[in-house]
DNA sequence: TGTCTATGTTGACGCTCATCGATACAGGTG
DNA sequence: CACCTGTATCGATGAGCGTCAACATAGACA
């Protein structure tokens, strides 16, 4: 977990087995097992709830951010440490216990391919 | 026709200079309300069914594509037309009907959006 | 008019998911 | 050790969603 990848599409073993992987959306149709794996990321940024929990991590300082740090979204403690479990489960996210505190941080590699694929050809 | 305007999605007439519902994620927190709407562009790719049709919208030639040239994703043809129109409710797709066939092509100023939010700050 | 094809809508069923309170676990402090 | 705080897990519940068969609608053509 200590070297940062440049912007590879192919990238064996991120997170738990979640691998970006496809094309622009333009390029070609998806495969059945390609939408499969790539929905599941779409999905996990398709709840309101996570999409601001990512965005509170992505953009606080430093690039990571305590739980503590971004728990005010609305919802229980139970919940949002259960997005937060969504998140890592889709390889969008990574975490680090330093001491008390739990700390998450983007995976640029994933969200990285995720844009790729939003790519518009021409 | 649903009548829940609560959250108006993107007009048809955003072609010119990407007008962007929200900044890159790195960039700032969103709010709740910004988090809603985009949430649901998301959702709309969260879906393996979904993320097939679009993809084989996308890389139609011509931009374009009837259903009949879409349809065999494995799912039956009800079902289909329903993901179609989540597709078009989130924006991501508009349609037209030309004689017997009605076609679908994709909205790029909208996945140009989802694609900035998507942007690794650098 | 009637019939055929292409696509959309309806209603129902089963499954998934977001949410919560209660509880468990981990680490710090006294 | 006991106690407190931060975070994760468990179990339950209600809402939402994907799917289908049946039906409806729209256009083409005879």
Redesign the interface.
């Known amino acids: 977990m200590s070297n940062i990848k440049a912007l590879p599409l192919l990238e064996p073993e991120v997170a738990e087995g979640v691998v970006p992987c496809c094309p622009p959306?333009?390029?070609?149709?998806?495969t059945?097992e390609e939408?499969?794996r790539?929905?599941?990321m779409?999905?996990?940024?398709?709840?309101?709830?996570?999409?601001?929990l990512?965005?509170?991590v992505?953009?606080h300082e430093g690039g990571e951010a305590c739980v503590c740090d971004i728990s005010d979204?609305?919802v229980s403690q139970p919940t949002v440490s259960h997005h937060l479990k969504k998140l890592k489960e889709a390889g969008l996210l990574t975490s680090e216990r330093r001491g008390t505190w739990v700390y998450y941080r983007?995976e640029?590699s994933v969200?990285?391919a995720?844009?790729q694929m939003?790519?518009?050809?021409g």
């Open positions: 959306l333009t390029e070609r149709p998806l059945a939408a499969e790539t929905a599941a779409f999905k996990a940024l398709g709840d309101p709830v996570r999409l601001r990512f965005s509170l992505a953009s979204v609305g983007v640029p969200v990285a995720m844009g939003l790519k518009i050809a």
